[in-house]
């Protein structure tokens, strides 16, 4: 996975054939996946999904994987992210998803909801203590309503941001996927009183009709 953020040359749009059967929103995917270089850089380079890349543009950006690092990547499934924190120098990367994830090498995955009782003692034991980085790609199935998927994803971004105090060591970083409309005030709050540096980033593998973006968090402080 040489030169993960090369993108291969633009080329002529590709135009479905024998498409009748399809619905017309199935069409449309599958045109648009066809024309995005991100899936053609993603299966060249032997990244699970395009979602690789928003991870690598995030990490040359705020240099969030350190070498040596212990990961804790939540919502992991393919497995995208977890290949990315190990190939820019994670040692130890722990993925928790309901869906069953295919083994990556080096990595370690817990089929399950990272709310359960024990999981922070369970990730801890399996890290070797207290970890630098915890990643959330989650987001909930949307209804349509963007108010409502709103209020969906900052609930599970604020259960995310609560076991990352739970579970990070003294300097580390949060990163977890939000939708346009931004943190809500008391989520906020609580990253800017409990980290040393806030950002809202959109990476440019997010697409551009998508409402996604993602806060980056450093500079955790332990209360």
Same mark, same amino acid.
């Given at each position: 996975?040489?030169?993960?953020? /090369? ?8 135009? $479905?054939?024998?498409? +009748? @059967?399809?619905?017309?929103?199935? /069409? ?14 993603? @299966? ?17 950006? =705020?240099?969030?994987?350190? @070498? ?23 040692? +130890? ?6 869906? %069953? ?17 024990? *999981?922070? /003692? ?10 630098? $980085?915890?990643?959330?790609? *989650? ?37 977890? @996927? ?8 008391? *989520?906020?709050?609580?990253?800017? $009183?409990?980290? +040393? ?6 990476? %440019? ?7 996604? *973006? =993602? ?5 955790? +402080?332990?209360?």
């Amino acid at each position: 996975m040489s030169n993960p953020t /090369q993108l291969p040359p633009r080329r002529e749009a590709v135009r $479905l054939k024998n498409a +009748r @059967k399809l619905t017309t929103s199935s /069409q449309r995917w599958l045109q648009r996946q066809l024309n995005d270089p991100y899936v053609t850089a993603a @299966k060249a380079q032997g990244w699970r999904s395009r979602a690789a890349f928003k991870l690598i543009e995030l990490d040359e950006k =705020y240099n969030l994987i350190t @070498k040596g690092a212990r990961v804790v990547d939540l919502g992991a499934a393919p497995g995208g992210w977890s290949q990315v924190a190990l190939a820019r120098g994670a040692a +130890r990367v722990v993925g928790i998803d309901l869906l %069953p994830i295919d083994p990556v090498e080096g990595a370690s995955f817990i089929q399950g909801d990272f709310m359960e009782e024990d *999981m922070e /003692q369970r990730l801890t034991g399996m890290l070797g203590g207290k970890v630098d $980085l915890v990643l959330s790609d *989650m987001a909930p199935n949307t209804s349509g309503h963007v108010a409502t998927d709103h209020l969906r994803i900052m609930a599970l971004a604020g259960l995310a941001l609560a076991f990352s105090c739970d579970i990070l060591k003294p300097g580390g970083a949060f990163v977890a @996927k939000l939708f346009q409309g931004g943190a809500e005030r008391e *989520m906020l709050n609580t990253l800017k $009183l409990r980290f +040393r540096t806030v950002r809202h980033a959109k990476p %440019p593998a997010s697409r551009k009709d998508s409402k996604e *973006m =993602y806060v980056v968090a450093t500079g955790f +402080r332990p209360e």
